[in-house]
């Protein structure tokens, strides 16, 4: 729960998310614990948080303040049982990059890896259709889609929010240099090792610490 609430803090304060974009955990029950429609920088204890059934069956909290794309959530938990963590999430390069049609290349170490494009028109609100995200996405850690941005997911909540940082980090400078020329794609590496993502969150918790983590200090 607390990485929970730190990571909508981090999401909002990096400029991910706005008013848009939610985050989810799966928990040792089974369910699905995430954050509300209002936009995870409005999240500030347990009752913003809703938890659901992997079903999408809402089990506490408000159920008219379930995000419409709940079942990009479902759908990915449903189809990869290694992941525990998943971020949709709107950052600007990100977006610019999903408008283009293709995947992101890996130029940079901060992915590691090509980012997959998934082609939609709407926003994906229904099983079907997050069910053809979670078939994009793969094994993988990451997927642009098109227009809306990106999703990314982790064994964590930790490691699906810094890899959504780390992905807008490397959408940037892939758009900052394709303003100039066309990018050199690295041999693919596997993305940063289990230490820099905990290094990553260790300053990302630091810079951006919510409330509870404040008490604590």
């Known amino acids: 729960m607390d990485d929970l609430l730190a990571g909508c ?9 706005s008013a848009f974009g939610h985050l989810s ?11 509300g429609n209002a936009g995870p920088g409005l999240v500030r204890d347990a009752d913003d948080l809703l ?3 992997l079903d999408g069956a809402v089990r506490e909290g408000d159920p008219a303040r379930l995000p419409g794309e709940a079942a990009i959530h479902l759908a990915i938990f449903a ?3 290694d992941v525990a ?6 950052g ?3 977006l610019a990059w999903s408008t283009l049609g293709r995947p992101l290349p890996p130029t940079t170490g901060l992915v590691g890896h090509e980012v997959p494009w998934f082609d939609t028109s709407t926003t994906v609100t229904t099983l079907e259709h997050a069910g053809r995200l979670a078939d994009r996405l793969g094994d993988g850690t990451a997927v642009l889609l098109r227009g809306f941005g990106a999703v990314t997911v982790g064994a964590s909540v930790a490691e699906a929010v810094v890899r959504a940082w780390l992905l807008e980090r490397a959408a940037a400078a892939v758009v900052a240099a394709a303003a100039i020329a066309t990018p050199l794609p690295l041999p693919v590496a596997g993305g940063p090792a289990p230490a820099q993502l905990r290094r990553a969150w260790n300053y990302l918790t630091h810079r951006w610490p919510t409330t509870t983590e404040v008490l604590r200090a």
Do not use: K
């Not at 803090?9 to 998310?17: F, H, M, P, R, S």
């Not at 928990?27 to 699905?32: G, H, I, L, M, S």
């Not at 963590?85 to 709107?90: A, E, M, P, S, T």
């Open 51 to 53: 938890t659901l059934g």
């Open 25 to 35: 955990a799966r928990t040792a029950a089974d369910e699905v614990c995430i954050s």
């Open 85 to 90: 963590g998943v971020c949709r999430f709107h």
């Open 9 to 17: 803090a981090i999401l909002d304060g990096e400029g991910l998310t």
């Open 92 to 94: 600007p390069a990100a």
């Open 79 to 81: 189809r990869r049982p």
